[in-house]
């Protein structure tokens, strides 16, 4: 599956999410890269460290629908309450945002300006709530014995992850995409948090099994959500 495409590539007619046959066919002589998560992980991390090293808040000064949540129609209300900016939306009066988007909106990106609700940007490690795999087929699958098989592969390579990040495991989810692009995700809670194997993959396996599989599949991926510290 095409993640992006350069502007040269999409002369061609290539563009995110197409089959990577299809976008070979139609620009013969592109140039594909894979993928390096772990490099973005890296990278990330460094750029994280060095705005911790700095050694005080910062606040965004980037406009309004940088934030994720908030798009052209607020920020078009925002503006009309003289609020473009990020750090103006986190010194905004709340009275005033709930006035104009009502009580759940209006606290919602209130506390999105702030960072999640914080009064300071917090400089503590980000802990992720879950994590997880998908796998695009070269060819699309029909045959269950084979999705079945890797789901169970998705679950146990998500859950090494866990472990060695020394976390467990709440809910299970698992995500079907068909040939046609067609979506859908279907999520589990354990009945106790776990890192048994036997139980994590069992979990997936039944979620996998709420699935009516009618069609050739294109997609899987299994997401394990994780117990949050304290």
Known sequence: MVTCASYEARGFGVHAGMPL????????????????????????????????????PIEGRLPVDTLWGIGPKTAKKLAALDITTVRMLAHADAETLIATFGQRTGLWILLLA??????????APWVPR?????????????????????????????LAEVVEQGRVVTHV?????????????????????????????????????????DRPIRLLGVRLDLLMPG
């Not at 013969?28 to 090293?53: G, I, K, W």
């Not at 702030?114 to 400089?123: P, R």
């Not at 879950?130 to 789901?151: G, W």
Request: aromatic share 6%; hydrophobic share 45%.
């Open 21 to 56: 046959r299809a976008a070979a066919r139609r620009c013969p002589d592109a140039v594909f890269l894979p993928s390096d998560p772990a490099a973005y992980d890296a990278a990330s991390t460094e750029v994280m460290n060095l705005l911790r090293d700095l050694g005080h």
């Open 114 to 123: 702030k960072g999640g609700g914080d009064t300071e940007v917090s400089a």
């Open 130 to 158: 879950s994590r997880s795999h998908v796998v695009t087929f070269p060819a699309d699958l029909v045959d269950l014995n084979e999705m079945r098989s890797a789901i169970r592969d998705l679950a146990q390579r998500t």
């Open 173 to 213: 989810a698992v995500t079907v995409r068909t040939a046609g692009f067609y979506t859908r995700t279907k999520v589990r809670k354990l009945t106790a948090p776990t890192v048994v194997a036997v139980t994590v993959v069992d979990a997936a396996l039944g979620v996998f099994g709420l699935f009516d599989i």
